[in-house]
């Protein structure tokens, strides 16, 4: 059996919260190239790793005149929606692993994480 086994488990639903989740993601991808020119680095299932001018995420991320987020970008936060920081590294760090053919979205957390040999 795929799913654990217990009488609740719907993979239906499981599956369309996944796709849910996927499609904002990339509608947000696509809004950030349009407001900002800003393609990401890399991407993983929950995460996107952006270049930034600065060390925090405030330096890249879309910002109206008032100084309040732009919608329908990537926006921090803690509630459901928003996106939470996994870490910042500088990009040499990105490009040395994209050198070595791995993908920074998968090692952004932690600079002492092990590094994968099935990528």
Not at 65 to 76: D, H
Not at 88 to 112: F, Y
Request: aromatic content about 6%.
């Amino acid at each position: 059996m795929d799913g654990p086994v217990r009488p609740t488990w719907r993979p239906d639903i499981r599956a369309a919260v996944i796709s849910k989740a996927r499609v904002n993601m990339h509608r947000k991808l696509n809004n950030m190239v349009k407001m900002m020119g800003l393609y990401p680095l890399a991407v993983l299932s929950d995460c996107v790793v952006y270049p930034s001018p600065g060390e925090s995420p405030l330096d890249f991320l879309p910002y109206a005149a008032s100084g309040k987020p732009q919608p329908g970008g990537f926006r921090l936060g803690p509630t459901p929606g928003l996106a939470k920081l996994e870490g910042v590294q500088s990009t040499l760090w990105a490009v040395d692993l994209m050198e070595k053919g791995l993908n920074p979205a998968r090692h952004i957390k932690g600079g002492d994480a092990v590094l994968d040999e099935g990528e």
